[in-house]
């Protein structure tokens, strides 16, 4: 794929991440109770504010998108977020039994303030963890110079916290207390 076609998807996706997570209102568009979108008035409310969509498009922003943020229905009349939203929708997940640790990853500047308060959704639902060292650090590379915290998340499991798997494969969880993270050995 060329590099300008790339570049549009992933503004694309930028656009979608904001409006199916966090700002849906900002266009006009209405999410159902599960977060779902209607594919025609999404490109119609996008149009208005002056972003072109069409159903190639989405299909190719969906299937292309390298962290599977969203999802279409099996009939393509739907979209949404996979994760990651900041208005309130239940995205219908079942508990699921976590591995033993999970990995959050996070800029170096933040370790402090994990250390003494834990994880919290901030402005988003959930906590989102990873299955994978080389997954944290990556996320924690957005942000600043990464730090790769371990979750107990099966210890967490056992003392009644609950977590969920989204469809591209990170865990969620309300809440991380700082009790249940390894921090690493700050002088490494």
Not at 33 to 40: E, F, H, K, L
Not at 60 to 73: P, S
């Amino acid at each position: 794929m060329n590099s300008k076609r790339e570049n549009h998807q992933r503004t694309v996706s930028k656009f979608l991440s904001l409006i199916l997570r966090h700002q849906p209102g900002s266009i006009g568009l209405t999410l159902d109770a599960q977060g779902w979108a209607d594919v025609p008035q999404l490109i119609k409310c996008a149009a208005r504010h002056g972003v072109q969509l069409s159903m190639p498009l989405l299909r190719e922003v969906v299937a292309n998108n390298d962290k599977q943020r969203f999802t279409l229905d099996e009939e393509n009349q739907r979209i949404r977020a996979n994760q990651g939203h900041s208005v309130k929708v239940d995205l219908g997940f079942t508990p699921k039994t976590p591995p033993e640790f999970l990995y959050h990853g996070t800029a170096s500047h933040t370790v402090e303030s994990i250390r003494r308060h834990g994880l919290s959704p901030q402005s988003r639902l959930h906590v989102h963890l990873s299955a994978t060292r080389d997954t944290a650090r990556t996320v924690g590379a957005r942000h600043g110079k990464p730090v790769v915290l371990t979750i107990k998340a099966g210890e967490l499991a056992q003392s009644g916290h609950l977590f969920y798997l989204s469809e591209n494969g990170v865990w969620l969880t309300e809440n991380v207390p700082a009790s249940a993270i390894y921090f690493p050995d700050p002088s490494t």
